[in-house]
């Protein structure tokens, strides 16, 4: 509604929406994109020289005008941005001040030092409209009746924020709502659901499991007592298999719905058909080998997995150049049998979360995807990985329902999948998890997810992780 009020911005906004809208009812063709996305690489490189500090010394020597395609061997003319820059460049990184946000929002500092990530209306503008027309193709699923529940991490998070505005641009109704919050707590957010009732949500995954044992212990049912059709699950790894078994303990579709970071907020979004797409109208992709930083080949199937790296294309309060996210992705082509003209991403964790178990590297969301193929009905779970004489052990951890209600573990199938897979055996064990597994969001997925009791030096996330457990459980 902002835009009612300045002209220039209702314009932009229309443009914005337009532009979202042909794209994705595939009316561009690769020409097109091509031609915006160069356009609006040079239009960013051009505009942090000019009001960015830090870019101002960082891209001192590139010219945004010699930029005449977006192949690798010209993007590697520009020098990355990382983390250990944003976190000591700090304030300097930002193109704008902080008095021409909207917003002010910040990354959690649970591992390091905070960074700010402010937001102005050229930013939520091209953010919430992508947003809004890849989900779109989902809540038409369900109807015109929908009250979503969002269940967003901290007052400091873009999460509320973004789905609230994207659910109004859709026509639903919304209720805000963080379990973990004072004046919410579990037992009034679950009443807030079943009463409303909602329709959808908006979570992490594991705040969607510990919904659902917080349910249980009230006596109700996630499926009898609620009317959930939909979770949008966001905020942490989570692998298919762990999806499909959320779908199952709610009756629910569940989507991985979004992958984002507070610093270079929206890199993918749902379509109808459950894939994860990325925005090209908002982002240049790239995918690097981690240890190289050479531009990695798509593979026979067209497939390139390694660091994502993306550049912003709008021009806002914070847009990041050739920013290395530190994320392990599997980039795939686009398809026409996709709901989305753009291509797919897979997340498989943070690039240093690789693990070698048994000899062999695994990625989280390769491992969390193997162990969770079969088991359905399980309300948490956790990896524990050991070293006996010498040789790699795993236990998965599961927690399940009262009377294992709807509960499907057969041991002896995933054993033969792990020993496969990795060469090691797996043992089970069953029974409560506590709140660890409640902080992938606030940590890191490896920190909430897996004990490693191999490492001999002290694991600072999962000391982390651990310390908000505690403190949420007080």
């Avoid at 048994?358 to 990985?385: A, F, K, N």
């Avoid at 060469?423 to 029974?431: A, H, L, M, S, T």
Wanted: charged share 25%; aromatic share 8%.
């Amino acid at each position: 509604m902002f835009t009612v009020f300045n002209e220039e911005l209702a314009k932009t906004a229309r443009e914005i929406r337009d532009r979202h809208q042909e794209f994705a009812a595939g009316t561009w063709d690769d020409a097109t994109l091509t031609g915006h996305q160069l356009q609006e690489f040079r239009r960013t490189l051009a505009y942090v020289k000019d009001k960015s500090p830090f870019y101002a010394k960082h891209l001192a020597s590139v010219d945004p005008e010699a930029i005449t395609s977006l192949d690798p061997e010209q993007l590697a003319s520009v020098p990355f941005t990382t983390k250990d820059d944003l976190r000591r460049e700090f304030e300097n990184v930002l193109s704008l001040p902080l008095s021409k946000a909207w917003i002010f929002y910040e990354t959690t500092g649970t591992t390091g030092r905070s960074t700010p990530c402010p937001r102005d209306n050229i930013d939520s503008l091209h953010n919430n409209t992508a947003l809004t027309v890849y989900y779109d193709t989902i809540f038409r699923q369900f109807g015109d009746e929908q009250v979503i529940g969002v269940s967003g991490p901290t007052e400091l998070h873009a999460f509320s924020d973004t789905f609230g505005d994207v659910c109004r641009n859709l026509g639903h109704a919304v209720a805000k709502m963080w379990p973990h919050s004072p004046m919410v707590g579990y037992d009034r957010a679950l009443e807030t659901l079943r009463v409303l009732p909602a329709t959808g949500l908006f979570s992490t995954p594991g705040m969607a499991l510990s919904l659902a044992k917080k349910v249980y212990a009230a006596g109700l049912h996630p499926q009898r007592d609620f009317k959930l059709d939909v979770l949008m699950c966001t905020g942490e790894l989570a692998s298919p298999s762990l999806l499909e078994n959320i779908g199952q303990v709610w009756g629910a579709k569940v989507y991985n719905a979004l992958y984002a970071s507070q610093e270079a907020s929206v890199m993918g979004a749902a379509g109808a058909d459950g894939a994860l797409y990325t925005a090209p109208l908002l982002n240049v992709y790239e995918v690097i080998d981690p240890e190289t930083a050479a531009a990695v080949e798509p593979g026979p199937d067209g497939v390139r997995t390694g660091e994502l790296v993306v550049t912003a294309l709008y021009q806002g309060s914070k847009p990041l150049v050739r920013y290395r996210t530190g994320d392990l992705v599997r980039l795939g082509p686009q398809s026409a049998d996709h709901t989305l003209p753009a291509a797919t991403l897979e997340v498989l964790g943070r690039t240093r979360d690789i693990l070698v178990i048994g000899g062999h590297r695994i990625s989280g969301y390769d491992l969390e995807e193997l162990l969770l193929t079969h088991p359905r009905g399980y309300l948490d779970y956790q990896i524990v990985i050991d070293a006996v004489e010498g040789r790699d052990e795993l236990t998965l951890r599961l927690e399940l329902p009262p009377e294992s209600e709807g509960v499907r573990i057969d041991e002896t199938v995933i054993a033969e999948f792990v020993r496969e897979r990795l060469e090691v055996p797996v043992r089970f064990e069953y029974g409560a998890l506590g709140s660890v597994t409640t902080t992938g969001a606030m940590v890191s997925w490896k920190a909430a997810r897996v004990e490693d009791r191999r490492q001999s030096a002290s694991d600072d996330e999962r000391a982390a992780a651990l310390a908000v457990a505690n403190g949420r459980a007080q």
